[in-house]
């Protein structure tokens, strides 16, 4: 186990590091930044100083060292437009990001795998019949105009919700901004999550009927028919735990995708969160900024996958021996 | 017939008619099944694959797979009908009263929990037993079917024993009750050949003590030949020929039960060529009027286009044969 999860580490290890090869290279490709600094009028000399003082008079490969050596300590260095540390930008909004990102997995695991359940147990009933054309809908709808619908209905039309912004937001312990504890908080964050978490819902559910459908034809469920076990104890002791093994993956790599793609949903409902200034950080060209979010999403799609990798094993015994091997 | 006055057959099947109805009409799988079985005997079922083996076994404990049905005949355990029962009562006659097996050991089993946990559940499932109790008898059990250790085995995922040591934790499922009989589907087939006769030694062995009956179904005459008392042989749905195990193997009278214990290579002579049956046997779609086997038939007669034979006692047994009926 222990050198399993060493492994894993390692590889990932490799992964970041390329991640931030490609993360320093941006740099490299956009332009000199000491012209963004420097005036047009500033003496040559003094252009000089400027860019010895930020090291970029060195070989690339000591550049490029000392940038991995400052990521590692969590210095990505200044945004260009707000002269800010940029893990400082990040940390601000990132509570917006995180809160927004498992209120929506929350909600799609919630709602998705009980629905997966019902439409593959009762596959015939008019229910399940709608539940599985909704979620064609939600398989194929783009995010940015289920929010906009959303923002038409609940906010324009019935005016029941917010259509932007985080709310009244509390921070706990100093740093942590939630919209978890105040009642506009809460209704800030309903729209926002359903639009960002209905692509993963409908996945989800259809992810589920479909394996469990697979898995009530297998050789096992037959056999704890013949057993004469309880309908409940085949249904949801049996098949639904061996529906869940491959949807952890999923679930897991989605929950990643949700905070990456956070962005265009954070657009729409204008929520302060790292989506929104990593766009505002492509559209004035704020390098550090653009870098550094690439290398925590990667970091945390990493993690995810590792955490997932686990839980895997921790469900199915199977895996758990191979791994221990 | 074996059937005595005093006890009722463990189980009887009467004319029992399986359908499979689709869009494209009714398919006859199985067509007028009777046979039965006494307390503590082991009834063999053979035949060609399709020919409605499994699907007996799959009707009697209700597990046909829809849209298959049963559309006439009846089922009997012990004297009483059960293949009109609601869904709720089968199922605690599933596992109480039947006790299955089924082919594959490795699929049988969920891969996601200990083999006690599924014993345990086996048996608080059917027995008033406290969860203690329970383990204690699955761990009985396991000895039983000769899993050594069983008390530290009861903790083991199936994954970790061995295809024969799975088998013996089916059978040990299947027994978790005590059933009066037990339908096992192919239980030796996916099995290594020097398992094979460990497993149906346990099997019999159980079987004879707890006086369990037993329906073995399987294509392997060697495996009916050493376990079973009496033997059905099955063909296109219907069987056509029941006797003693020593009868139908030694000097079976049905053309087919010639030819099928013909095609068994004996090991004291070496004939020049195994026998074999011309043709095959008949898709469901396209079974032939009259006997089913008569385009195969070597004795092929005019009236085996028309009529149907149906089981006639012969000897110790029955066969459906008209070249019997002529003779008798």
Redesign the interface.
């Known amino acids: 186990m222990l050198a399993f999860v060493i492994r894993r580490i390692l590889q990932s290890c490799m992964v970041l590091l390329t991640v931030a090869l490609l993360a320093f290279t941006m740099f490299r490709f956009v332009g000199d930044p000491v012209a963004q600094i420097v005036s047009l009028d500033t003496p040559a000399e003094e252009v000089r100083k400027v860019r010895e003082s930020l090291g970029l008079d060195d070989p690339v490969i000591v550049q490029m060292g000392r940038y991995l050596y400052k990521a590692v300590q969590m210095d990505f260095g200044i945004s260009y437009q707000f002269r800010q540390p940029v893990i400082q930008l990040l940390a601000e909004r990132a509570p917006a990001t995180l809160e927004l990102a498992l209120i929506s997995s929350f909600l799609s695991l919630a709602i998705g795998i009980p629905m997966g359940v019902y439409t593959a147990l009762r596959r015939d009933s008019l229910f399940a019949r709608v539940f599985q054309s909704i979620s064609l809908v939600g398989v194929s709808l783009p995010t940015f105009l289920i929010g906009i619908l959303l923002i038409y209905l609940f906010a324009v039309t019935l005016g029941w919700l917010p259509s932007f912004g985080r709310g009244q937001v509390v921070t706990v312990s100093g740093r942590w901004s939630t919209g978890l504890l105040t009642v506009s908080g809460l209704k800030a964050l309903i729209l926002p999550s359903i639009t960002l978490g209905l692509y993963q819902m409908t996945l989800i559910m259809r992810l589920v009927r479909a394996e469990m459908l697979e898995v009530l034809r297998s050789d096992h469920i037959k056999f704890a028919r013949a057993r004469g076990l309880t309908t409940r104890a085949i249904h949801f002791r049996h098949a639904l735990k061996s529906t869940l093994v491959p949807v952890i993956t999923i679930a897991g790599l989605q929950l990643g995708s949700i905070i990456a793609f956070a962005v265009i949903t954070e657009t729409v409902f204008q929520w302060p969160g790292m989506g929104a200034l990593f766009l505002k950080a492509v559209q004035n060209v704020d390098i550090p900024i653009m870098a550094a979010y690439l290398m925590i999403i990667s970091a945390l799609f990493v993690t995810i996958n590792m955490v997932v990798d686990l839980l895997y094993a921790f469900v199915d015994p199977r895996l758990r021996a191979t791994i221990k091997g | 017939m074996t059937s005595s006055a005093v006890t009722p057959p463990v189980l009887e099947l009467r004319n029992l008619v399986v359908e499979f109805v689709n869009r494209h009409g009714t398919l006859r799988a199985l067509d007028g099944i009777s046979l039965s079985i006494a307390p503590g005997e082991v009834l063999g079922v053979v035949g060609e694959s399709g020919a409605g083996k499994s699907l007996t076994g799959a009707a009697v404990?209700g597990?046909l797979e829809p849209p298959g049905r049963i559309a006439s005949g009846e089922v009997l355990l012990a004297g009483q009908r059960i293949d009109q029962l609601p869904v709720e009562e089968l199922?605690?006659?599933?596992?109480?009263r039947i006790g299955?097996i089924?082919q594959?050991p490795l699929?049988?089993?969920?891969?996601?929990?200990?083999v006690g946990e599924q014993l345990i559940?086996?048996i608080r499932?059917?027995l008033p037993v406290s969860e203690q109790q329970a383990r204690e008898r699955a761990i009985a059990l396991l000895a039983e079917v000769g899993i050594p250790a069983p008390e530290k085995r009861i903790d083991g995922?199936p994954?970790?024993f061995s295809g024969g040591m799975r088998q013996r934790v089916?059978i040990a499922?299947?027994l978790?009750?005590e059933p009066e009989l037990i339908i096992a589907d192919e239980p030796t087939t996916a099995l290594d050949v020097s398992v094979q006769a460990q497993i149906i030694a346990v099997l019999k062995k159980l079987c004879r003590e707890r006086g369990t009956a037993v329906m073995l179904i399987t294509h392997d005459m060697g495996v009916i030949a050493e376990t079973a008392d009496r033997v059905a042989v099955m063909y296109a749905g219907r069987v056509i020929e029941i006797g003693p195990v020593r009868d139908v193997v030694k000097s079976p009278r049905h053309p087919y039960a010639k030819g099928l214990m013909g095609s068994i290579p004996a090991l004291d002579e070496r004939p020049e060529r195994l026998l074999q049956i011309e043709g095959s046997m008949p898709r469901l779609t396209a079974i032939p009027q009259g006997c089913a086997f008569h385009p195969r038939c070597p004795h092929v007669m005019p009236r085996c286009h028309e009529a149907r034979p149906v089981l006639e006692p012969i000897g110790a047994g029955q066969v459906a044969c008209f070249l019997h009926e002529v003779r008798s």
Do not use: M, N, Q
């Open positions: 404990i597990l199922r605690h006659i599933r596992g109480k299955t089924f594959d699929t049988s089993l969920d891969p996601l929990y200990r559940e086996t499932t059917h995922y994954h970790e089916v499922l299947a978790a009750a």
